[in-house]
């Protein structure tokens, strides 16, 4: 399975963007889906997952104004971020796992590279 996870960039704070994680090489349906987040000088941190169901579970920091989402016939997962603060600002990762509890604490086997999301105050 690979990942490529896109639609960072560099945004104000209340701004928005939406991230974009293709998965090739497999279909997406059978996997668990996640977003992570690593800001400089700490630890990756759980954003969001998505079940093949679209049952969502989310990071409680982010309750409210992210929002995961899946399109199984385009094979791509999505993270949809509204009103973006700076600590929000960070490299975004997506995983995919078929069990829940290696996604949840990053022990997945697929990674994506990441996009840099930058939010200036």
């Known amino acids: 399975v690979q990942l490529q996870a896109s639609g960072g960039g560099l945004v104000q704070t209340g701004e928005s963007l939406r991230l974009s994680c293709a998965v090739s090489g497999r279909t997406l349906n059978r996997y668990i889906m996640g977003w992570f987040r690593q800001a400089p000088g700490k630890e990756r941190e759980f954003v969001a997952a998505i079940w093949w169901t679209a049952g969502t579970y989310y990071a409680d920091s982010m309750k409210g104004r992210f929002t995961i989402s899946r399109d199984n016939a385009k094979n791509t997962v999505y993270l949809q971020m509204n009103g973006l603060k700076p600590e929000d600002t960070g490299v975004y990762y997506c995983?995919?796992?078929?069990?829940?509890?290696?996604?949840?604490?990053?022990?997945?086997?697929?990674w994506g590279k990441g996009t840099q999301v930058t939010v200036s105050s």
């Open positions: 995983a995919a796992d078929m069990d829940y509890n290696d996604l949840r604490w990053a022990r997945s086997d697929y």
